[in-house]
């Protein structure tokens, strides 16, 4: 009996101690996605009222500071480049050859008409940064058991104020999230529809992006390949390129 009662006791502190905390489980889907360079081919399937389309295109990221990314297709969007060094973005248009810096509230604007907004391709991608995180508890999605998070900013000038995530307990990759307001109004939620495994780490292939403020059936995200840690010249990560 007295075996027992021991066992009771200290059942729920081995139990405790074996869950990860929020912040350690944040840090492992941060490491899960980090790379020092990594270039990624992706088409965007937007779902809007009148129809949906497809946009191609091809990125090439350094760590969190530098991104470049040009369309592919369709003839509409082709040659559409943009870049992102540190806290700037610019874009640029073939039809006008013109080079236009996105700030202020044109961050807020959608990306062609998509449910991802430029403040969405500006924020830091290693959420740890910019969140605390708590575990919430345990819920199943898609089959894959995950600890439920909770985030709240860590600062006041993010565009998502907290967010609720859903880490697959396995892999720590992100199935599901709610991104609010500060007032806590939804703002935008994601689903993880499907999965890859590159270089031993599990990924996103197919994510679906809804705002909730549009109408519409939300945006697919859909990576076609990724290389890690690739090579990449130091001249793509410049405002030159835009005009290559």
């Known amino acids: 009996m007295r075996k027992f009662l021991i ?12 869950t990860p905390t929020g ?20 088409k965007m399937i937007i779902h809007s ?11 090439w990221l350094q760590g969190s500071e530098k991104s470049f990314t040009e369309y ?26 013109r080079i236009i810096r996105i700030a202020g509230h044109l961050l807020r604007q959608s990306v062609m008409g998509s449910d991802l907004s430029y403040e969405d391709m500006m924020e830091d991608p290693e959420l740890h940064n910019l969140y605390t995180a708590s ?26 104020q907290a967010r609720k995530i859903w880490v697959d307990k396995e892999r720590f990759l992100i199935l599901r999230e709610e991104r609010f307001a500060k007032s806590g109004k939804l703002l935008k939620s994601t689903d993880i529809t499907e999965t890859m495994k590159i270089d ?9 992006f809804k705002d909730a403020l549009k109408t ?3 945006t697919e995200f859909v990576i076609e390949s990724i290389n890690f840690n690739a090579d990449i010249p130091d001249y793509v990560f410049s405002k030159a390129s835009l005009r290559r």
Request: aromatic fraction near 4%; charged fraction near 30%; proline fraction near 3%.
């Open 7 to 18: 066992i009771l006791l200290v059942l729920p502190a081995l139990l405790a101690a074996q």
């Open 23 to 42: 912040d350690e489980i944040l840090k492992r889907v941060d490491d899960n996605m980090t790379a020092d360079n990594k270039i990624v081919t992706s």
């Open 49 to 59: 009222r009148r129809g949906s389309r497809t946009i191609e295109a091809k990125s």
């Open 72 to 97: 592919l297709a369709p003839a509409r969007e082709k040659g559409t480049k943009m870049l992102k060094l540190e806290d700037q973005l610019w874009t640029y248009s073939p039809s006008t050859d």
């Open 135 to 160: 575990v919430n508890g345990e819920e199943t999605v898609n089959g894959r058991l995950c600890w439920v998070l909770d985030l709240v900013g860590k600062k006041e000038d993010l565009a998502y």
């Open 200 to 208: 031993n780490r599990w990924i996103a292939k197919r994510i679906v």
């Open 216 to 218: 519409g059936g939300g």
